[in-house]
């Protein structure tokens, strides 16, 4: 099985930086995704990590260390329309057979 | 169409009866998704095929629950005497499977069902 772990709530100022952290315990590991999800629709692909690093993406950055079961979201120069949930996903594959479980979600709240 | 669809959007229901949700899910996508989600948490994973079995059905809470996908594209998930702690959004995803060596595999939603017992 998988044990995700996320903050509920965060809250940052527009035009700042934040990170969302994602801690995860997981046999047959096979890539990390982050979504965006804004109240009341589906969620929205956002990034993926499989080896260690950082991916960039525009103003999101997701970074992975396999090793210590972490990932972070970084979202810079926030707008407020990223006022949304942040959910944090890990994908285990064994045997052909892929799963993709969630973890809570991180809502996140941007403030003028 | 282009993207995952699920029909109905919204179904209300009396306790006790019979449901069924409908996934249409992305042309050529092999692997889709059953989720549950509640308000204010993250999807909650019910069932996963490959193709037209059940790879994982772990996630079913109970044997109320069962899903289908028997030509290997679109899915129903069926649940019997409904109880009021069903009611959520249930929400499908498919993917690329990750036998296929290119492409992105990332999951993509439908904009699930809201399914409210009464």
């Known amino acids: 099985g998988q044990n995700i772990d996320q903050p509920t709530e965060m809250t940052a100022t527009e035009g700042a930086i934040v990170q969302i952290n994602c801690t995860y315990q997981t046999s047959g590991f096979n890539g990390l995704f982050w979504y965006q999800q804004h109240a009341g629709e589906a969620p929205t692909f956002l990034s993926y990590?499989?080896?260690?690093g950082l991916e960039e993406k525009g103003r999101f950055s997701s970074f992975l260390s396999r090793s210590k079961g972490y990932s972070y979201l970084l979202l810079k120069e926030l707008q407020m329309k990223d006022s949304a949930s942040y959910l944090c996903a890990v994908r285990e594959y064994s045997g052909g057979y892929q799963k993709v479980t969630f973890g809570i979600g991180t809502k996140l709240q941007v403030i003028p | 169409g282009a993207g995952v669809s699920q029909t109905p959007s919204n179904k209300v229901t009396e306790k006790g009866k019979y449901v069924e949700l409908r996934c249409d899910p992305i042309?050529?996508?092999?692997?889709l998704y059953w989720y549950r989600q509640s308000l204010g948490q993250g999807p909650e994973f019910l069932i996963y095929f490959q193709g037209t079995g059940a790879a994982d059905d772990s996630g079913l809470p109970n044997d109320r629950f069962f899903a289908v996908r028997p030509e290997g594209s679109v899915s129903t998930l069926k649940i019997q005497r409904t109880e009021r702690g069903d009611s959520a959004v249930y929400l499908c995803?498919?993917?690329?499977?990750?036998?296929?060596?290119?492409?992105?595999?990332?999951?993509?939603f439908g904009q699930g069902t809201r399914l409210t017992v009464v």
């Open positions: 042309s050529g996508h092999t692997a």
């Open positions: 995803a498919s993917s690329l499977s990750l036998v296929r060596k290119t492409g992105p595999t990332e999951a993509f």
């Open positions: 990590n499989v080896l260690d």
